[in-house]
């Protein structure tokens, strides 16, 4: 933290399936010297995503989803691209959706009677639904949010429910995460982190951008053990049945057959001998930096949360796997 100057970490450790370290370090709120703690309230960034790609799997398991159907089929309001867009092809990152800048992104310009709109993730389709695809589906990898408010917006759908309900009653409540969240700007979360950006070579303190036009894609937020919960829950298998999360955690390829990095809803990585499965994600925003990382087979895991925007969280999960291979630590919860 002091080579990258970081301002505040918190770090899980899950080991034999188990939260066996909660940590938080630097400052929540450096102005006011407010130290991070286990309480301490990160935003989760893109590894919302995941969160989302469950809540499908979830649905498709109870048949009342079909990843390979058009995703009209349940949301009219998306506009026919001349092409059939699946759900599956979103969840991997391959429908074609506009990103941030890999291509134009016009938003609908409209009104709302309501204040916050975009807290229904069917209106949330209005910030890009009307942009081009920037490839054919299946024909590239192209990482999207964007994409991913079209899979909350499916979800809300085949579900009949509104997506942050389902996932409530489906991912939070199961695994009895008590702060994970919305991160609705017009809410008093107590315990917020103050995020930090970098403005040449000073910190200070950064925006508090709404990011409730993009739930499903990187709106969540909470303390890092809801975080490392979470972790937990995906290692225990108690969210999707084993066959559901060979599919999520298989590398994913394109239509003619080149394979990718990415699953339904997360990184996957074969490490080593070949034997050790890695399963990732990483989140970046405003206010924040991310990482979840398991190791599922071996039922270990490090989880990572930054208020410094700069600041890559991956090295600070090897450094922890390295420190976890290479010696003999005793924890206490």
Do not use: C
């Not at 809300?156 to 996932?167: I, L």
């Not at 239509?255 to 990718?260: A, E, F, N, S, V």
């Not at 990483?282 to 208020?307: A, C, F, H, W």
């Amino acid at each position: 933290m002091r080579r990258d100057g970081a301002v505040g970490m918190a770090v899980g450790v899950i080991e034999n399936g188990e939260i066996v370290y909660l940590k938080g370090y630097g400052y929540a709120d450096r102005e006011k010297k407010m130290a991070v703690t286990t309480r301490t309230m990160f935003r989760w960034a893109s590894v919302s995503k995941p969160v989302t790609a469950i809540a499908a799997m979830q649905l498709a398991e109870r048949g009342k989803l079909d990843l390979d159907a058009d995703v009209r089929h349940y949301v009219p309001e998306f506009p026919d691209k001349g092409v059939k867009i699946t759900l599956r092809d979103v969840l991997r990152h391959q429908a074609g959706i506009v990103h941030y800048d890999n291509g134009p992104v016009i938003r609908a310009e409209k009104t709302y009677a309501d204040p916050h709109p975009y807290a229904d993730v069917v209106a949330a389709l209005d910030t890009f639904k009307d942009s081009p695809l920037v490839n054919a589906p299946g024909a590239k990898y192209a990482y999207s949010t964007h994409g991913y408010i079209l899979a909350s917006a499916v979800v809300q759908r085949a579900g009949a429910e509104p997506f942050a309900q389902q996932v409530r009653e489906r991912i939070i409540e199961p695994l009895h995460l008590s702060t994970m969240q919305p991160d609705y700007q017009w809410l008093a979360i107590a315990n917020r982190a103050v995020g930090y950006r970098k403005d040449g070579e000073a910190v200070v303190p950064s925006t508090d951008t709404d990011v409730s036009w993009k739930l499903g894609g990187g709106g969540y937020i909470s303390d890092i053990g809801d975080f490392a919960a979470f972790a937990k829950g995906l290692i225990d298998g108690r969210l999707v049945g084993a066959q559901t999360a060979v599919q999520m955690w298989t590398r994913q390829t394109l239509r003619d057959g080149t394979p990718t990095n990415y699953g339904l809803g997360f990184n996957v990585g074969v490490v080593g001998d070949g034997e050790r499965l890695r399963i990732a994600h990483d989140g970046s925003q405003e206010k924040t930096r991310t990482r979840l990382e398991i190791y599922p087979r071996e039922k270990r895991g490090v989880v990572i949360m930054t208020n410094s925007e700069w600041v890559d969280p991956h090295p600070y999960s090897e450094a922890v796997f390295l420190a976890l291979q290479q010696t003999a630590v005793s924890f206490v919860k």
